[in-house]
């Protein structure tokens, strides 16, 4: 599950990021509306947790823009503001719901939870020839086998998933499937793709992950 982060205040979007990311979700942070909108554009989110006062383009506009644009993608929005007006404002917006600044992370988290569960189940099916990843339940299969995948395997699995058939670079690995901002050495990424590769191809007469040399990794079926 693939959430997104539009929030200015750099320390709350950390904060926000580390917790998502322990709790399993690939997480990607924007800093501005403007820039959260451009990522909501260039990929797809399960989930939107939006900041209202944002440079650039605050988040009721932000959130105003993608349902015009039927974009249906759950948002959840982040205030300091605790007004009835307010709340009302941003829920007759099409946020699905409100959470206030100070908040505990716990509480949060929950609120994503049952939002995502909320949301129709074949969102949390992925399937790629005869791979089959559950997201809701962090589980991958391959022709009915169950795929023993550790939380980082898993979550490279599913972040190759969810752009399949595209090449996905090194870099784009280590800042989605490590934490935002990763700047090492990307041979850990290749280790670890070896590693998934044992589980997911390795038992299996066709392979699925395929590496795009001196670009990055492609999952994809055979045609
Ligand atoms: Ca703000």
Known sequence: MRILVIEDEKKTAAFLAKGLHEAGFVVDVAPDGEAGLAATRASKFDLLIVDIMLPKKDGWALVEELRDARVQTPVIFLTARDSVRDRVKGLELGADDYVVKPFAFSELLARVRSLLRRTPARRSKLRVGDLEIDTRHQRAERGGVPLNLTPKEFLLLTH????????????????????????????????????????????????????????????????
């Open 160 to 223: 190759l998933a969810h752009s399949v058939g595209e090449v996905v670079s090194r870099d784009e690995i280590a800042e989605h499937v490590w934490d935002i901002g990763f700047k090492t050495d990307t041979n850990v990424v290749d280790v670890v793709v070896r590693r998934l590769r044992a589980k997911v191809d390795d038992p299996f007469k066709t392979k699925l992950v395929h590496t795009i040399r001196g670009m990055g990794y492609v999952l994809k079926a055979p045609s």
